[in-house]
């Protein structure tokens, strides 16, 4: 997948199926979520953010979002509890969003979206060697979405807007330390799981996904910074803005969302 999986240039999401077969499976992400139809599961625990510990590296555009990835060499920064069985270890964190005004969420909730999407990517270090190996396996993966509604200036959100223009171009990085994302969670850490995949090529049906149900608030300010990242290269002549970076709900196809 090139960095323009997204851009309607290039061709988006309806033709990913043909280099990605999986993109018709059974468990294909994201979804529409219809709350009177998720079912209450008593066995499911309340999650558990331990990111005290967390040691971000760099912020990077890799061509169809902007990235922050993290230090993973040990359970310094782990998601527990809800619906999984291990502790699973923060990798990165990134963000889908819409064009001016228009929505930008991946999960959708009663067919309604948000402006953007917030997703906290952990592996499954008990049961896997690598993050390359875990992004394969069913349970390898737990991806904490986070919806962005618009509102006021978000208090935190500009130290990752300010550092925006450095990575305006697909392919570039910086440094961006000591960054801890506690600071962009809502006040309830009540939450919708369902298994799911990643939301772009591969496409791997490796995701358990815990979508929290309350947004934060961002200011249609701080969400224009992301529009002005580039899908392109700094060598190429042509400059698409990255926006609608986002695939649209899929198929349920039988599958039980639970809540907490
Ligand atoms: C085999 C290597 C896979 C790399 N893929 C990264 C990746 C992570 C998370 C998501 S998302 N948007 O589902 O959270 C998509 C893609
Ligand atoms: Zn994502």
């Given amino acids: 997948a090139d960095s323009c999986c997204f851009c309607l240039v290039c061709q988006g999401p309806p033709v990913w199926h043909k280099n990605y077969p999986v993109a018709q499976g059974n468990r294909q992400s994201p979804i529409d979520i219809i709350p009177h139809q998720?079912?209450?599961?008593?066995?499911?625990?309340?999650?558990?953010?331990?990111?005290?510990?967390?040691?971000?590296?760099?912020?990077?555009?890799?061509?169809?979002s902007v990235v922050v990835e993290f230090?993973?060499?040990d359970d310094r920064s782990v998601i527990l509890g809800g619906p999984l069985d291990n502790p699973y270890r923060l990798k990165q964190f990134h963000f889908h969003w819409g064009g001016k005004g228009c929505h930008g969420s991946e999960h959708t909730v009663?067919?309604?979206?948000?402006?953007?999407?917030?997703h906290l990517v952990h592996w499954?270090?008990?049961?896997?060697?690598?993050?390359?190996?875990?992004?394969?396996?069913?349970?390898?993966l737990a991806v904490?979405?986070?919806?962005?509604?618009?509102?006021d200036d978000h208090r935190w959100l500009h130290m990752i807007t300010d550092a925006l223009y450095m990575v305006k171009f697909?392919?570039?990085?910086?440094?961006?330390?000591?960054?801890?994302?506690?600071?962009?969670?809502?006040?309830s850490l009540h939450y919708w799981?369902?298994?799911?995949?990643?939301?772009?090529?591969?496409?791997?049906?490796?995701?358990?996904w815990i979508v929290l149900k309350e947004p934060i608030i961002v200011s249609e300010k701080q969400l224009g910074k992301f529009r002005m990242l580039l899908f392109t290269g700094e060598e190429e002549d042509e400059r698409i803005r990255m926006e609608n970076n986002f695939r649209p709900p899929q198929p349920l196809k039988?599958?039980?969302?639970?809540?907490?």
């Fill in 38 to 64: 998720t079912s209450h599961d008593p066995g499911l625990g309340p999650i558990t953010l331990n990111y005290d510990q967390c040691t971000s590296i760099n912020i990077t555009n890799n061509g169809h």
């Fill in 71 to 73: 230090e993973d060499p």
């Fill in 110 to 118: 009663s067919g309604n979206s948000y402006a953007s999407e917030l």
């Fill in 124 to 140: 499954n270090a008990v049961k896997y060697k690598t993050f390359g190996e875990a992004a394969t396996a069913p349970d390898g």
């Fill in 144 to 151: 904490l979405g986070i919806f962005l509604e618009t509102g």
């Fill in 170 to 187: 697909k392919g570039s990085v910086t440094d961006f330390k000591a960054f801890n994302p506690k600071c962009l969670l809502p006040s």
């Fill in 193 to 208: 799981t369902y298994l799911g995949s990643l939301t772009t090529p591969p496409l791997h049906e490796s995701v358990i």
């Fill in 254 to 260: 039988g599958r039980k969302v639970s809540f907490k």
